[in-house]
């Protein structure tokens, strides 16, 4: 809940510097409020001790424990079968008429917070059309609603009921072990995860570990095994400040805690597989171990394994984040499973194969990562919006995740703090995948109008020089005017 200044308690009195109370009118009717609702509980609260006790009793007055009479039979009335607590939308909601929604659009997106660069789209889901189209066929950077299409490619190339696999084999000694890197950077220190919900944790690995061991090993050096990923730890056109930050981390197929120095906090390691190596040590018990990146040995005996949560979990986890590091290690995964290197041109390739087969137009699409970091990135307004759509009507199969790892406007995610100022805007009618970058501002997502239309959207902006505020403000300020528009 967000609680705004003078907001929760606006009007309830305020404390003078003496001591003394200034207690206001509302205060008093507050007050009186609480009185009664204590009252009304302790009468509610008496009338159902006093039901208890009836029930405790046979029908001669005795305690009911030892007498052979049955106690009266409630009969409960028929309520007939549930509906569902989240009903569909309405197939007969009216759709917006283009020509008015373009005329509600328009001073929005003219605002100069958008630098007159803004290209943009909205696409009505059901009937698969556009209602909305400024620029949306030019290749724009698209920042992290890149994210989009790599989830569209894990969920068509990978089993979204698939996990990713780390795993702890002895080592070329009888006191050496290894840990093998599968690309699952959720891999928790802590138990659970304070990131991501349902991750594997190095607790569960390291005791599996040490009841396969022989009895009275002493663990003294941890070896990591990074070599599923290979290439370039960082993509071309990502600046060197990016790796690490607070929001990127060197890609590697071993980390934890989505490579962060400290779990749930966001600075990130430049060494995330060292690390694991690390927390492996720690959680053996031998803090002071050696710990360095090496290779398995041949025919290396298995002493644990862990698995991540499932492929659409984690493709949830990396939309509404906007995870950079789990976004890139997905794409690492669509590359092997298409028989492609594990490496960011590898990765590139296969999510734009991914895309091509899935029946999505890329002759404008060109990507150095998975995840939208890199500055090289173009993709189309009218890409992002037919993935969006696509998943949304199901004619990209398997790819619901997509939807239900759209941030919600004002509640969760990279939205948590955005789109909620609109009291117009029903809550929940907006979901979006955020992009950002300097002078790149993007909002991708679903809407449904007040009519209960279920519209996708893409806006994106580049060259913009406001600093951040201004831009995210104007952009929720079109996805607020989608929810809100009737528009006939």
């Known amino acids: 809940m967000q609680v705004r200044p003078g907001g929760l308690f606006r009007g309830v009195g305020t404390i003078a510097a003496s001591g003394s109370s200034s207690v206001t009118p509302s205060y008093r009717r507050l007050r009186r409020r609480i009185v009664g609702g204590v009252l009304a509980l302790l009468v509610v609260a008496a009338l159902v001790v006093g039901g208890v006790v009836f029930l405790g009793r046979d029908d001669d007055g005795t305690g009911g424990t030892g007498g052979t009479a049955a106690g009266p039979t409630a009969e409960l009335p ?89 795993t702890v084999v002895a080592g070329a000694t009888p006191d050496e072990v290894v840990l093998v890197g599968g690309g699952d950077p959720t891999l928790s220190t802590t138990s659970p995860s304070l990131t991501y919900p349902g991750a594997a944790t190095v607790a569960d690995l390291a005791a599996q570990v040490q009841a396969a061991l022989p009895q009275g090993t002493t663990v003294s050096r941890v070896v990591v095994d990074t070599s599923l990923f290979e290439g370039p730890l960082t993509a071309e056109g990502w600046g060197p400040e990016d790796a690490p930050s607070s929001y990127a981390a060197p890609v590697t197929a071993a980390a934890v805690d989505g490579a962060r120095v400290t779990p749930g906090e966001n600075a990130r390691s430049g060494a ?114 037919d993935v969006l759509a696509g998943a949304a009507d199901g004619s990209l199969d398997g790819t619901s995740a997509v939807v239900s790892g759209l941030a919600v406007a004002g509640y969760d995610g990279t939205l948590a703090d955005r789109g909620d100022a609109d009291p117009a805007t029903a809550p929940g009618a907006v979901r979006g995948k955020t992009g950002t970058l300097l002078g790149v501002h993007a909002l991708a997502g679903t809407v449904v109008t007040a009519d209960g239309r ?14 951040g505020g201004p831009e995210e403000a104007a952009l929720d300020a079109v996805a607020a005017a989608l929810a809100g528009c009737g528009c006939r």
């Not at 030019?138 to 990978?158: D, G, Y």
Request: hydrophobic letters at 45%; zero cysteines; a negative charge.
């Open 78 to 166: 028929d309520v007939g079968e549930p509906s569902p607590v989240l009903a569909a939308l309405s197939s007969d909601a009216p759709a917006p008429d283009p020509a008015a929604l373009s005329a509600a659009l328009g001073p929005l997106l003219a605002t100069p917070a958008l630098a007159g660069g803004l290209s943009a789209e909205v696409v009505d889901v059901a009937a698969g059309e556009t209602l909305f189209d400024q620029d949306a066929d030019e290749p724009v950077t698209p920042a992290s609603t890149a994210k989009l299409l790599t989830a569209v490619a894990a969920l068509t190339t990978l089993d979204p009921d698939d996990t990713l696999e780390t």
């Open 272 to 385: 995330p597989g060292t690390d694991a190596g690390r927390a492996l040590a720690e959680a053996l018990g031998v803090p002071g171990a050696t710990v360095e990146l090496g290779e398995t040995p041949d025919g290396a005996a298995t002493l644990g394994t862990v698995r991540s949560a499932p492929v659409a979990r984690l493709v949830e986890q990396a939309l509404s984040q906007s995870d950079n590091l789990l976004a890139d290690s997905l794409a690492r995964h669509v590359a092997l499973a298409r028989g492609l290197p594990a490496t960011f041109d590898g990765s590139a390739q296969a999510v734009t194969d991914a895309l091509a087969d899935a029946g999505i137009d890329t002759s404008e699409v060109e990507l150095r990562d998975g995840s939208g970091l890199s500055r090289l990135d173009l993709v189309t307004p009218a890409v992002l919006a």
């Open 454 to 467: 279920l519209l996708a959207y893409a806006l994106v902006a580049n060259g913009t020089i406001g600093g």
